[in-house]
């Protein structure tokens, strides 16, 4: 087949699975939507939205990705509005739907009186969640890890960076690994624009930090000093371990359909683990693997082991307060609302209406939707009470529908770079996208063949 027969089918099979999206879209109670702009392989700024919906073909919620645009001119917040709201009016989507928009929480999106979100509230449904991205969130919580670890990080990096910097040091330095019969030949570069990284990088630096120091010995570099500094390795071995730490947190808030309740769920486990962590310090328990070991090598003279405890404890108490600042109580939408998550369970409800109290308490006593509650997910369980129960069902998807990151975005972004190379620097993304990205909605083949015209010029 011709290049042009193969475009046209890719934008056949898009546009039909885009037709049957927006008609779910259409068919659902509420739907919400993730954004995120980002600048492609042609430095062309990209919106890539993806919706979520309830589907009353699989009785259950849904997300999907919904389009790539391209942004004109800025990437202001009026600009991004008028790109997205010009999409929506021309497949029929109704903004009145729209309970939930999650974004990453740059100002562009979430100013005050001229951002994306408060634009979107003008036209949407009058109980719409905004979500700043937990993972967002988080990453802006730990960016700074204060200035004794901020400058271990710095050192740690100048240190990596002189081994991979330069192609001859890295080759010998692996070669050197070879022989130490480490499990690994090489270090990790660390990325700023990537902060998980950073967890990564100093995991693989202390499992090779014989290696390196023997490396830098070699090559008569001063940066070999820092090796015999005792308390300098203990800070990075703790830096190692919490990283890590913080990076299992943000992998858990990743992954399709997690909703505003599970990530705070596992927002308040983590800080939980803090006030553990912290008294455990205190009573010479460590949590932290890679300084524990170091500890356990008697690396560390007692007045060592004070420091450190003083600098971690220090560290894990700033840390907790700068999540409470990101992650506020009052912002917590578990809060009169545990009955979504399990209403058989007695629970305070300040928030509903009478009436919806007096059917909760009804529902609360069925025993055959217990065992039903039992058997099904939770956004299934409630779907499946639209009929019988059509107040509680509309409460109870108005929080779980609204998305808690923008995770999808970011998945979306890295298909991007795939198919958008620089030898492909012109392509529509659009159709191929939708193909690639589209999870539980299928082509229609057999009458997308019927429709088809074998001979295009006729």
């Not at 069925?366 to 099904?376: I, V, Y």
Request: net charge neutral.
């Amino acid at each position: 087949m011709s290049d042009d027969t193969i475009h046209k089918r890719i934008l056949c099979i898009a546009n039909d699975i885009e037709y049957q999206l927006v008609e779910k879209i259409n068919k659902s109670l509420f739907y919400a939507i993730q954004l995120d702009e980002s600048t492609d392989i042609s430095n062309s700024a990209i919106l890539l939205i993806y919706v979520r919906y309830i589907d009353d073909t699989f009785n259950d919620i849904k997300e999907e990705f919904l389009c790539t645009l391209k942004l004109k001119t800025f990437t202001t917040a009026d600009e991004i509005f008028k790109t997205m709201n010009s999409y929506m009016i021309s497949k029929n989507i109704n903004w009145a739907s729209c309970i939930g928009i999650c974004t990453d929480g740059a100002a562009s999106m979430t100013g005050i009186h001229s951002g994306v979100v408060s634009r979107v509230k003008e036209v949407a449904h009058a109980h719409l969640i905004s979500t700043h991205c937990f993972i967002h969130r988080e990453q802006l919580a730990v960016k700074d890890m204060g200035e004794n670890f901020n400058d271990i990080l710095n050192q740690c990096t100048t240190i990596i960076n002189f081994i991979r910097a330069r192609a001859i040091n890295s080759r010998i330095f692996s070669v050197m690994c070879k022989e130490f019969g480490s499990v690994y030949n090489n270090v990790l570069f660390h990325y700023h624009i990537r902060w998980l990284s950073r967890g990564k990088v100093l995991t693989r630096f202390i499992e090779l930090r014989t290696e390196i120091e023997v490396f830098l010995r070699e090559k008569n570099s001063p940066l070999s000093d820092h090796f015999q500094d005792t308390i300098w390795l203990a800070k990075v071995t703790y830096l190692s371990d919490i990283l890590s730490l913080l990076n299992e947190l943000n992998l858990s808030m990743q992954g399709p359909l997690t909703n505003i309740f599970t990530c705070y769920n596992k927002v308040e486990a983590f800080l939980k683990k803090l006030d553990l962590w912290i008294k455990r310090i205190q009573e010479n328990t460590y949590m932290f693997p890679s300084y524990y070991n170091m500890t356990e090598e008697k690396l560390l003279k007692k007045n060592e082991i004070n420091v450190m405890q003083c600098v971690i404890k220090t560290h894990l108490s700033k840390l907790k307060n700068k999540l409470f600042k990101y992650f506020p109580p009052s912002h917590d939408i578990r809060s009169n609302n545990m009955w979504i998550l399990n209403p058989f369970l007695p629970c305070e409800n300040h928030e509903l209406s009478l009436l919806n109290e007096s059917q909760l308490l009804e529902l609360s006593s069925d025993k055959l939707l217990e065992q039903s509650f039992n058997t099904k997910n939770l956004n299934q369980f409630w779907i499946s009470l639209r009929n019988e129960y059509p107040n509680l069902y509309e409460e109870a998807l108005k929080k779980l529908v609204p998305f808690a990151t923008t995770y999808l975005c970011e998945s979306g972004f890295s298909t991007l770079t795939t198919i958008k190379t620089k030898a492909r620097n012109k392509l529509d993304v659009e159709p191929t996208m939708r193909i690639s990205l589209t999870n539980s909605i299928e082509a229609q083949i057999d009458s997308l063949v019927k429709q088809h015209q074998d001979q295009g010029s006729h």
